[in-house]
């Protein structure tokens, strides 16, 4: 069946560095994919979105690669901070007006 | 606050008993999704509506679960004979009309039942 899993569940990094977060999916027909932050007890944020039809997007601190040939997405993100700890999910749309969603990587931002 | 908004954002209730739950979408945003999420997973979708219409539910959602959108505006979750498997966290999201576009989520409701 359709899903969207995650290579770590756990990446711990030093404040300062940059963190890359990885995705995999598996459905080719998937045309939009997301990267969402969610904090403790909080809804998921929007942080990044990308096109089947792009490599690369780039946004604040964040970079998001798609390798349509492996289904693989990765966030990238620079300068690491404390702020940014939170679990990260990759969501695809194969397509349709939904969006199927993985089950999240946590980000520790160590001091 | 023009994000998503959902009340209540706590409710614990007793086995059994009926909830509801309410989520008021951004104003020009016509398609609404309701998520369930448990701990240590990601949103698992349950039903989406474009205005009024309720277009797809998951079979995640068994017939003790309803939602509406009578307006087009606000939605309304309803968990009948609630189960303590019920206990997870439901979020709403909306997005616009447009082909491709993110949905922005409401800060959820965590449900437990006792």
């Known amino acids: 069946g359709e899903s969207v899993g995650l290579h770590l569940p756990t990446l711990s990094v030093q404040e300062g560095d940059n963190s890359i977060i990885n995705c995999a999916y598996s459905?080719?027909?998937?045309?939009?994919f997301i990267w969402y932050k969610q904090e403790s007890g909080k809804g998921p944020q929007f942080i990044i979105d990308?096109?089947?039809?792009?490599d690369k997007r780039q946004g604040q601190r964040v970079t998001v690669l798609l390798n349509k040939t492996v289904k693989h997405l990765s966030l990238q993100i620079a300068a690491t901070q404390p702020g940014d700890s939170a679990v990260y999910f990759c969501?695809?749309?194969?397509?349709?007006?939904?969006?199927?969603f993985g089950t999240g990587t946590r980000l520790k931002v160590l001091a | 606050d023009t994000g998503v908004s959902q009340d209540p954002r706590h409710k614990i209730t007793k086995r059994g008993q009926n909830v509801t739950f309410r989520c008021d979408p951004i104003s020009e945003h016509n398609r609404l999704y309701w998520y369930r999420q448990t701990l240590g997973q990601g949103p698992e979708f349950l039903t989406y509506f474009q205005n009024e219409a309720q277009l797809e539910k998951s079979r995640l959602l068994s017939d003790r679960f309803s939602a509406e959108r009578p307006k087009g505006s606000f939605s309304t979750l309803e968990i009948q004979r609630t189960e303590q498997g019920d206990s997870a966290m439901y979020l709403c999201?909306?997005?616009?009309?447009?082909?491709?576009?993110?949905?922005?989520f409401g800060q959820g409701t965590r449900l437990t039942v006792v």
């Open positions: 990308i096109r089947s039809n792009m």
């Open positions: 969501a695809e749309s194969p397509g349709t007006y939904k969006y199927i």
């Open positions: 459905n080719s027909a998937s045309d939009y």
């Open positions: 999201a909306s997005r616009p009309d447009r082909a491709i576009s993110e949905a922005f």
